[in-house]
T-cell receptor
Framework: GAGVSQSPSNKVTEKGKDVELRCDPI?????LYWYRQSLGQGLEFLIY????????KSGLPSDRFSAERTGGSVSTLTIQRTQQEDSAVYLC?????????????FGQGTRLTVV | DAKTTQPNSMESNEEEPVHLPCNHS???????IHWYRQLPSQGPEYVIHGLTSNVNNRMASLAIAEDRKSSTLILHRATLRDAAVYYC??????????????FGKGTKLSVIP
């Protein structure tokens, strides 16, 4: 009965390097969401997956950000050529479906620090 | 986009009820009202949701105005562990059979011992 798992929990990277953040959703959950939370701020929506497709990528801040999901399960968020303003906690959530009545379950997040 | 308005912060004494208000005057008929909370250094956790009728669960109650333009999350007896940021969210239809889950700034609840 594992919840949403994210790895790594912490990542420190040098400016300009690429990073990959992983999300393992709850088994059977078809909907998967990525959010970003800067220090002291609310959650900023990045991208939403239904199965392996991403009908809503509207929140990705630039073309340095991309995400994929394979097998309707694990998702990877990739940030290329990281910048200091990318430093934040990246949160993943999954839900059984994407209907209005379904609740989302969140992981503990990956804290990314770009130095 | 449908949006919500919440007070930035609220205080409550321990073991007293807390009423957290939320305005959502542009809500549409298909939007669900969700509440999540985020404890320090943790991911958000689901609290409760509703569409038109009031809802109760083990964590809280949700009172929805008759016109659905506002709602109130009720914690019946605040404990120190309830200190968190509470987010009122509209789960809005965004096409392709999916509902967005868009967070606002939330209300930071402080519980005084």
């Amino acid at each position: 009965g594992a919840g949403v798992s994210q790895s790594p929990s912490n990542k420190v990277t040098e400016k300009g390097k690429d990073v990959e953040l992983r999300c393992d959703p709850i088994s059977g959950h078809t909907a998967l969401y990525w959010y970003r939370q800067s220090l002291g701020q609310g959650l900023e929506f990045l991208i939403y997956f239904q199965g392996n497709s991403a009908p809503d990528k509207s929140g990705l801040p630039s073309d340095r950000f991309s995400a994929e999901r394979t097998g309707g399960s694990v998702s990877t968020l990739t940030i290329q050529r990281t910048q200091q303003e990318d430093s934040a906690v990246y949160l993943c959530a999954s839900s059984l479906g994407a209907q209005g009545r379904t609740e989302a379950f969140f992981g503990q997040g990956t804290r990314l620090t770009v130095v | 986009d449908a949006k919500t308005t919440q007070p930035n912060s609220m205080e409550s004494n321990e073991e007293e009820p807390v009423h957290l208000p939320c305005n959502h005057s542009t809500i549409s008929g298909t939007d669900y009202i969700h509440w999540y909370r985020q404890l320090p250094s943790q991911g958000p956790e689901y609290v409760i949701h509703g569409l038109t009728s009031n809802v109760n669960n083990r964590m809280a109650s949700l009172a929805i105005a008759e016109d659905r333009k506002s709602s109130t999350l009720i914690l019946h007896r605040a404990t120190l562990r309830d200190a968190a940021v509470y987010y009122c969210i509209l789960r809005t239809y965004s096409g392709a059979g999916s509902y967005q889950l868009t967070f606002g700034k939330g209300t930071k609840l402080s519980v005084i011992p």
